[in-house]
């Protein structure tokens, strides 16, 4: 498909974390843009192409195209778990509620829980996930079919896959799709022996993959993995050598300044989850401080059993105050280093280095930003308004690789959203029931 | 208008908090709800009325009808400095950023600034608010002529307004429409000398009102107040007899003990504004331990230059998830706690004892949620998501006193939105350029 935008408002970023906005035209032709600018005739653009011929021009009518939100931390297909374990302690939340309703989870399940949980990101803007659960070859499909970017790592630990399994994903899910790849990872620390960490450690050395986990999300865990190994998760895991690729985690709350340095040094990247964090009374990620050792960072909704929702905007907005409350301290976080982080920072964080900012040549993952809401006027600053101010109903248009999945509330994405919800409550019955 | 919803399910609430959902319909007659039940002749119901010629029938699709939302504290004209002052201490925020700004308003600019803000509630569920800024008479007007509910107090303080104008406003706004009523107040302790705040007590006396403030809304404030007067600002504003006909206080985070057992013997309500006191870094209300005290709370936004959107979907997340951060317990503060503040707590606050919940002959301020969208299933507990999981995209319709104000994404309300965006940017542009 070949897409011109005119009449637009472009979210243009240069090196670090400048922004700027073009008026003018963004076109898309197959599954890249290919061109920027103010300039409205083809053939001055592309002299031997000759016209591209459009198979559609749309007048974005002032509002602001910008690039998709990553969403760099998620288990989509916990969706059937949703508002059904809230307001309980972490380690009871986990081990009474979610371990145990997994169990009751069938072959084609995820399939279904993971389709439910795209069709929200679409609804947010948001054009590609970072995913960690039960059967990946099962999540990655649900992505591919759906048209929908998506990354996905392992949930190995002592109970869930193995090394063999993951190194199956690891294959599989590359190959599936161009939309779809895999790295490795494991659950956590303290769900994970130190030989099965060990043997992490020997894969991704040999497929050459970054390592990513849950690290450091409860002080509980930092505690007990001191009391084990004399360690933290940080500083135990770049010693079994994870990181010869790199890699990252999740949360990343409970660092100490010694695992600052080793996130620094191997260049590793801290996903903050802060929705999450503050349900499950987890505590405040340090992001300022960790953005101030120039630790990269990425920001992730975690998964819909501890969040609710799926919604970058809300985690944006937690991203940018947070840091205030935890300093005192209101001028800590300019709100762009959010919009920053859940834009390209999340794009570099899952190795989609052709998907972080609008520029020829990149992929197109974008989406459309309806300015003429209430909640975005006036326009004082457009993207101060985006980060404090915007919501999943400014989102008029969700396109990923070239195609537009979601437009005006309405999917595009081979399945009848109402045919998903039938899926994910059978299964919410089913595993609520216990049957 | 007489308008029959049917296919819905209804949201009930019992004395306390229990909430339950009615599948049937609900009948508006006027202004006021006339039926919920599962009958559908109106002739069984009202046999001597004859039938009720309905002017809308809806099929409501399984949805959720319940009441609207209350933006328990606000100053909705704000909206002009929106994303024009973030990131910014709280003292250099007003004293620097507000205040000079608002010096430069123009009579009239209050009137579109505010119906820019009532948009906004419309979008996300909000049936009436209280509010404390500049010129009460031109917010009301912009309320009455919007067909918007809105609760008035005065600001004054040093500064700004006089008794004397506050004793006009109270009988203008009060004798204007229906839809608006007016409840003596100021601003805060720290912007008002002892003996303005006699005045208050005075007029309160005199016009048989509560009177209501920002409390407590940062330590340094209640440090100066003890520094200035030996005790804190609740139990200087009860000494000064404040309180005679009830009242209460916003953002209450740095309340004593002793603060809150005034609360609890003067019956006032503490009012929460978790998104605004964390992007001004003012700290995190202890609701939790302010309702083991029996003190009665509602939710509100405040205004949109320090929070910065008017979104009653994120203030009720916060408050339920910034109590479980507050005791590192995740099972801090049950969501439906935050639900019943949203709704009834905030009508009983703000005196609208006919708008606190769906039932006969209660005012038809409803709202009408679509839980056919993929943040709301699966339906495990359609409340819980609605708390955890909600937003404003989920916003379908909103009904004031019976008329239906906004509808699937299109507004009715005297004027279009496209007059009110100009205004107020020119509003915006004006104060920002300093002309």
Not at 213 to 235: D, F, M
């Amino acid at each position: 498909m070949n897409i011109r935008f005119y009449h637009a408002k472009i979210l243009l970023s240069e090196a670090g974390h400048a922004f700027s906005i073009l008026e003018g035209e963004l076109w898309v032709r197959g599954t890249r843009i290919c061109y920027i600018g103010e300039c409205a005739d083809s053939c001055e653009i592309f002299p031997k192409d000759g016209p591209i011929i459009w198979d559609r021009e749309i007048d974005v009518n002032g509002n602001l195209l910008m690039p998709g939100f990553k969403n760099a931390h998620t288990h989509t297909a916990m969706t059937f778990l949703r508002s059904d374990a809230d307001d309980l302690p972490l380690s009871e939340w986990l081990n009474c509620k979610v371990f145990p309703k997994e169990e009751r989870l069938k072959k084609g399940d995820i399939y279904w829980l993971a389709r439910l949980g795209i069709l929200e990101y679409l609804t947010g803007g948001i054009t590609a996930g970072f995913d960690m659960y039960l059967s990946p070859q099962e999540m990655a499909k649900a992505a591919a079919d759906s048209g929908f970017r998506m990354v996905l790592t392992s949930g190995f630990n002592d109970f869930v896959s193995s090394p063999e399994q993951m190194e199956e994903d690891f294959y599989a899910v590359n190959e599936m799709s161009s939309l779809t790849s895999f790295v490795t990872g494991f659950h956590a620390e303290y769900t994970t022996s130190l030989q099965n960490m060990e043997r992490v450690a020997a894969l991704a050395q040999k497929l050459h993959s970054p390592v990513w986990l849950h690290n450091s999300e409860t002080r509980q865990e930092v505690e007990e993995c001191i009391a084990r190994y004399g360690k933290t998760p940080t500083q135990l895991t770049d010693e079994l050598g994870m990181y010869g690729y790199g890699g990252g985690g999740y949360h990343c709350i409970w660092l100490s300044e010694e695992d600052m340095a080793v996130f620094q040094n191997r260049k590793l990247y801290a996903v903050t989850n802060p929705a999450s964090n503050l349900k499950l009374a987890s505590g405040i990620c340090p992001a300022e401080q960790l953005l101030a050792c120039g630790i990269p960072m990425a920001i992730g909704t975690d998964g819909p059993a501890s969040n609710n929702c799926l919604d970058m905007f809300r985690e944006m907005f937690l991203t940018a105050v947070l840091p205030k409350l935890l300093s005192m301290d209101a001028s800590s976080m300019d709100a762009l280093l959010a919009l920053s982080m859940a834009v390209s920072g999340g794009a570099k964080a899952m190795g989609l280095s052709e998907c972080d900012c609008l520029a020829v040549g990149k992929k197109a993952d974008l989406i459309l930003i309806d300015l003429n809401q209430p909640n975005m006027q006036p326009e004082n600053h457009i993207l101060k308004n985006l980060v404090y101010s915007g919501s999943k109903q400014n989102v008029k248009m969700t396109m990923v690789d070239g195609k537009i999945l979601y437009e005006e509330k309405t999917f595009h994405i081979g399945v009848s959203p109402e045919e998903i919800y039938q899926k994910a409550n059978e299964v919410a019955r089913r595993v609520r029931g216990g049957t």
